[in-house]
């Protein structure tokens, strides 16, 4: 039966869309990250990510492709990259799905930035990686 499934909880993993100056220094990019503040390591972590919603104005639905990015193993109070996002999508919800085992357990959360929710104003300095960002 259903209730007879455990489900673990995942805590002490997290996802953060941090603000960074591009390699030449010149302009501001957006990456999204794995924040790992765990004592241990995660390991064979797997993101899917998309984005999905409404154009302001038309009310017309849009969605974008769905990626899937293999991490790997990620350490102990580390972080990996996920994967770059664009401004352009900051209007609409983007979803990032998280699965990866931990001590023989499959673990998997949802995370969701809400359409312009991504904003300076809601910025904090992220852990581990501390740079300014929007963390989930």
């Known amino acids: 039966m259903r209730k007879d499934i455990e489900i673990p909880k995942v805590e002490g993993v997290s996802v ?9 220094k010149t ?10 503040q765990k004592e241990v390591e995660i390991e064979s972590v797997l993101v899917t990510s ?14 974008t492709s769905v990626l899937r990015h293999f991490i790997g193993d990620v350490k102990a109070k580390a972080f990996a990259k996920i994967e770059p996002i664009v401004e352009v999508v900051f209007g609409i ?5 998280v699965s990866f085992t ?3 357990k499959m673990y998997d959360k949802k995370y969701i930035f809400l359409a312009e929710t991504i904003l300076d104003d809601n910025m904090i300095t992220i852990p581990l990686i501390d740079e300014r960002g929007v963390m989930i």
């Open 16 to 24: 953060a869309v941090v603000k960074e100056l591009n390699d030449e």
């Open 27 to 36: 302009a501001d990019v957006y990456n999204v990250y794995l924040v790992n």
């Open 50 to 63: 998309k984005g999905y919603g409404e154009k302001k104005h038309t009310g017309e639905k849009i969605s």
């Open 93 to 97: 919800n983007n979803e990032y799905w």
């Open 102 to 104: 931990l001590e023989g």
